[in-house]
């Protein structure tokens, strides 16, 4: 049962409801029914005439732009962390201008010098990069062949440990192979970062380091994450290295210092969320340096110094960072200013996948609702993001509108009207957090 799941508790008589993390997307259902907890919340206690406390460090831009112009709202500032510690100061590497150092080239060597500066004084590191794996894909030099999932329209990332080729999405996997299976080459080779790649890094740079690694292949035994961050905090790893797990909820005195190795994964996804994201994990991982007496320091390298959310992540400033989101999200009408329906069109047939999408078009424009304009719009139909998955092909369509009731009622009829879709899956997600 996932956590947000305690929404639904038969409580009686609430008082007040608290959604801490407001901004997390793990508060989204994604299976059916599909349901968004922090709607679910905010229902429960305007049925309840209870108080709704959502917390976050960065709120999501929905519920700011809400507390800021709607009535019964209210907005309250926590300027300053608890005892009055200082924010750590962030310094931004351009690796435009720099040579990545180190054994296998992943570190500039401002970020060297200052993991060396922390080991000599007995203080611990965190590093962070929100990529698990050895390799992230494996490339032939000769023919440029990438070894890609059959299911997936994705490639397969390299696990050392395992010596495995594997799928994130379907956990396809095959062995590394020894010569190209295009066109028999032997050199093919790892290309691309992952946070086993990086500990194996740290512990080849660093002579009698000690390292450990937190991200979804070291967290899978129950209990794994608790025995992580209990070794972490007694001080039997110098090093912690992990993915969006090591983001936030870690409140250690001895962490003196937090490396970005890559603050542009994830920020030119295509999704209208991706600045927001990368602000939103950037601001959270600086908070973990610091945190007691002694003084902490977050060194980020980036290819994009100058992108909005990276600058304000380095100021701590999330109002600045708000005003230039918000404008964008204006501009090209997306929430706050609509409600939001993903639809998904899934077929093992592409071609019968494309059609329903096709099908669907011409169902809500019978239905009065137009491409890209009106009170109620669509977009697509489009190949996915991620175009295949688990051995489906896929399309999508967006549907917009001003209000939740006429999105809603949009898609009542789009479903009354597709009753009959053979093998194609529709999927209607409303409130969608994961555009892939």
């Known amino acids: 049962m996932p956590a947000s799941a305690t929404i639904f508790a038969p409580s009686q008589n609430l008082g007040i409801v608290v959604v801490d993390e407001e901004h997390e997307h793990a508060y989204?259902?994604?299976?059916?029914?599909?349901?968004?907890?922090?709607?679910?919340?905010a229902e429960r206690a305007r049925r309840s005439n209870a108080v709704l406390l959502m917390g976050s460090a960065t709120p999501s831009v929905e519920a700011y732009y809400h507390a800021c112009h709607e009535d019964g709202l209210s907005l309250v500032s926590l300027p300053e962390r608890i005892d009055n510690h200082p924010l750590p100061p962030v310094r931004v590497i351009d690796l435009r201008h720099e040579t990545l150092m180190g054994k296998g080239g992943s570190f500039s060597q401002m970020m060297?010098?200052?993991?060396?500066?922390?080991l000599q004084r007995g203080e611990q590191t965190i590093l962070f990069l929100n990529r698990r794996g050895f390799s992230t894909f494996v490339m032939c030099r000769d023919c440029g062949y990438v070894l890609r999932c059959p299911n997936c329209a994705v490639s397969l990332t390299y696990h050392h440990g395992s010596r495995q080729m594997r799928c994130h999405h379907c956990d396809y996997s095959v062995p590394v192979p020894d010569v190209c299976p295009n066109c028999e080459s032997y050199e093919i080779g790892f290309h691309g970062l992952g946070t086993e790649r990086v500990a194996d890094q740290v512990e080849r740079e660093?002579?009698?380091?000690?390292?450990?690694?937190?991200?979804?292949?070291?967290?899978?035994?129950?209990?794994?994450?608790?025995d992580i961050l209990r070794s972490f905090a007694r001080g039997e790893a110098d090093i912690l290295v992990g993915t969006q797990m090591v983001a936030k909820g870690l409140d250690l005195a001895n962490v003196t210092l937090v490396g970005v190795l890559n603050a542009d994964v994830g920020?030119?996804?295509?999704?209208?969320?991706?600045?927001?994201?990368?602000?939103?994990?950037?601001?959270?991982?600086?908070?973990?340096?610091?945190?007691?007496?002694?003084?902490?320091?977050?060194?980020v390298q980036t290819y994009?110094?100058?992108?909005?959310?990276?600058?304000?992540?380095?100021?701590?400033?999330?109002v600045a960072f708000y005003e230039q989101e918000i404008r964008a999200r204006r501009h090209n009408l997306y929430p706050p200013f609509v409600e939001l329906a993903n639809i998904v069109f899934q077929d093992e047939d592409e071609q019968k996948a494309l059609n329903t999408a096709r099908r669907a078009a011409v169902c809500l424009q019978d239905m009065g609702v137009f491409f890209k304009t009106g009170d109620v719009q669509f977009l697509g139909p489009a190949p996915a993001p991620l175009?295949?998955?688990r051995g489906r092909y896929r399309y999508q369509m967006l549907l917009k509108a001003i209000d939740m009731e006429r999105l809603n009622q949009t898609v009542r009829d789009l479903q009354e009207c597709l009753a009959d879709t053979g093998s194609t899956q529709v999927i209607y997600d409303v409130e969608p957090m994961d555009m892939m």
């Not at 989204?28 to 919340?41: D, I, M």
């Not at 060297?112 to 922390?118: K, P, T, V």
């Open 28 to 41: 989204k259902q994604e299976s059916t029914p599909r349901y968004l907890a922090t709607a679910v919340a």
């Open 112 to 118: 060297l010098e200052a993991i060396a500066d922390r």
């Open 206 to 226: 660093f002579a009698g380091v000690t390292v450990a690694r937190m991200d979804r292949d070291t967290v899978g035994r129950k209990g794994a994450h608790g």
């Open 267 to 299: 920020l030119y996804t295509p999704d209208f969320r991706a600045a927001e994201r990368t602000f939103q994990l950037l601001t959270q991982v600086a908070g973990r340096a610091g945190r007691a007496e002694k003084p902490g320091e977050v060194l």
């Open 304 to 318: 994009n110094p100058d992108h909005y959310a990276i600058v304000a992540a380095q100021k701590h400033d999330y």
């Open 387 to 389: 175009h295949k998955l």
